[in-house]
């Protein structure tokens, strides 16, 4: 059996309310020309966005007077990566662990994000590292199957898997220098901060934990939907992001494999909560699984879009709410590609 | 037993000789007051270089001329990826995989280059797919135990591992509005553009082959290292590249009880080439080594430092000039951080 403790949550240091980032985006398009309509559509693009507040780890007033993003983005995943570790190892000891795994798709170049953090935060020098990249929101299935792996074969008895995004700080920290289309402005309106992070143990950890006897992962890259996400640079060299329309279109269709499967339990099911539009037409389709959107939705509208921390935070708020979690546990995302992941995690026991 | 067949590679498109550089060097310093002193030096440092010509597959006068550098350094390795997966794919059926591991430090955001090429080189749709990041020359070991653990566990039969890094074309990208240090011009007359690939699989392959029974990775990272690598940007946006003195001080001692440990058969271990510097400080305290270290030194010469690529290719050529591959492998790099790793491989066989 492969055990976890509960994972712990970490948001961006700024709470910053949806109305405010709003005002901030109307802000910089008044100084383009020919923004005016796209200027009345912000209200309502961000106030369907269902999201209260975002949170960002750089402030707004530094963000805007920084012109270094690259490596401020930098700066502010490795922060946030602090915090939320400094929170794991208030629980547990960090000179236990023999491995660790980390996912951002915000952090770039190296030294990686984890040896940063091996170096700084009293893991033991000979523990391997690894740093997944690009897998936007669909990070935590990946990264908890590499853990599971790594306890599994014997590599490592403790593993720390961490989840961190700076996709707030990112978009904040684009200076437009033309209109953003639509898809951008949506892109905008999400990208938040957060992290989250668990440890993946071959023996049952003190405190609330949870194991299982069997992990798979199971992902799907959409037909032809490889244009609907971007988070890159623009050819001005400005933090570049975007997210399109055709998700909310397709996504019912195909997730519908996965959602009606046979081994799918609707009460032990969570999914990230890529955005509003996507849970209601996911909770329209499926009744059923009402309950457990309501969780991943309160932890958008509070949230933001965090990325990779995403359905570790959904389940740290299922946990907390007492949702049940076994005995077949499964963790749904979408990252980009567009991708669907779904982590199938059965034979599990709650402590 | 887990089995590969031999690496493929690929050099960055454009072959150039490193006294060309050289000059390309020190006419951008030429644009910069009070780098007299420096440009005498870079005759000699790229001399002692030991590197005869390096490759990037965007042309000089391309990258000279373009100033979205983020998503030109993206667009050479996607396409420095793709040619090292044709030539795989020539040997070996692209839709039989199941599984993709793609190593690359120099691929920034999403969609990630993994989902990239599986959209256009008809990878199957549901193969998993997982990119590392940060790890620079050390990729190949992590790469490698990652298939093998995918393999393993029974979660693919048959995993692509591809390592790719434009480092090249990222350090000629770049801009100079100030002196460069001596770290920087170091670590520019060392990048260079290139790419192995290797298929790892639950049976043997067509074709020349190898398999093994265990596979572990071993990984140090050394004290206060973090300093001494940097590949990023820098606070004027510009892609920004170094590496220090004192790895050159430090690696024969940081190798040591590698080198001396029982099971590390002198004749079968493979070492990525990261510098002349380093060849020859192991090659002196290492006598037994030599004839393995000439291999390293002759990609070195040949492809300058690839990055991930690097120790994949050195096992390409050994295996092409008959070198002993059993029955105990050990690939062992150095990575940002800096990270010695290296990969045993144990119940070697060739066929």
Redesign the interface.
């Known amino acids: 059996m492969i055990h976890i403790g509960r994972p712990v949550v970490a948001a961006g240091r700024h709470a910053v309310a949806q109305t405010e980032l709003a005002a901030a985006m109307r802000r910089r398009l008044e100084a383009l020309e020919g923004t005016d309509e796209l200027r009345k559509m912000v209200g309502f693009i961000y106030e369907h966005s269902s999201i209260v507040q975002r949170h960002l780890e750089l402030g707004l007033d530094e963000l805007e007077a920084r ?5 401020a983005v ?1 700066e502010a995943t490795m922060s946030l990566a602090r915090r939320a570790l400094e929170r794991l190892f208030e629980q547990h000891q960090s000179d236990e662990l023999d491995a660790m795994v980390v996912v951002s ?1 915000s ?10 953090l ?2 700084g935060m009293g893991l033991r ?12 929101c669909a990070g935590p299935t ?1 990264g908890l ?2 853990a599971d ?2 306890v ?2 014997g ?1 490592a008895r403790r593993v720390c898997l961490l989840c961190v995004d700076a996709m707030g700080t990112h978009g904040e920290s684009r200076v437009h220098h033309q209109a953003p289309t639509i898809s951008q402005v949506v892109a905008h309106c999400l990208a938040s901060d957060g992290a989250a992070a668990v440890l993946v143990s071959a023996e049952p950890l003190d405190g609330p934990g949870l194991g299982w006897e069997d992990c ?8 032809d939907s ?1 244009g609907e ?9 400005q933090p ?1 992001i975007a997210v399109g329309k055709a998700i909310r279109t397709r996504i019912v269709e195909e997730l519908g494999p996965v959602i009606n499967g046979p081994d799918l339990d609707p009460d032990t099911a969570l999914f990230h909560p890529g955005g509003a539009a996507l849970m209601r037409a996911l909770a329209m389709a499926n009744p059923q699984l009402a309950p457990s959107l309501a969780i991943s939705s309160g932890v958008l509208e509070q949230r933001g879009n965090i990325g990779s921390g995403s359905v570790l935070w959904v389940l740290h708020d299922a946990w907390a709410a007492g949702r049940p979690l076994g005995p077949r546990l499964r963790l749904i995302a979408l ?3 567009i ?1 669907s ?1 779904m982590l199938c995690l059965d034979g599990v026991e709650v402590r």
């Open positions: 012109e270094d993003w690259y490596l930098n798709s952090f770039a170049g190296f030294p990686s994000l984890s040896r940063r091996q170096d020098l000979d523990a391997p590292c690894y740093d997944l990249a690009g897998l936007g990946h199957h590499l792996m790594l599994r074969t590599a798979r992962l199971r992902s799907k890259l959409w037909p490889l996400n971007d988070f890159t640079a623009s050819a001005d060299n570049f990252g980009p590609g991708v992941t």
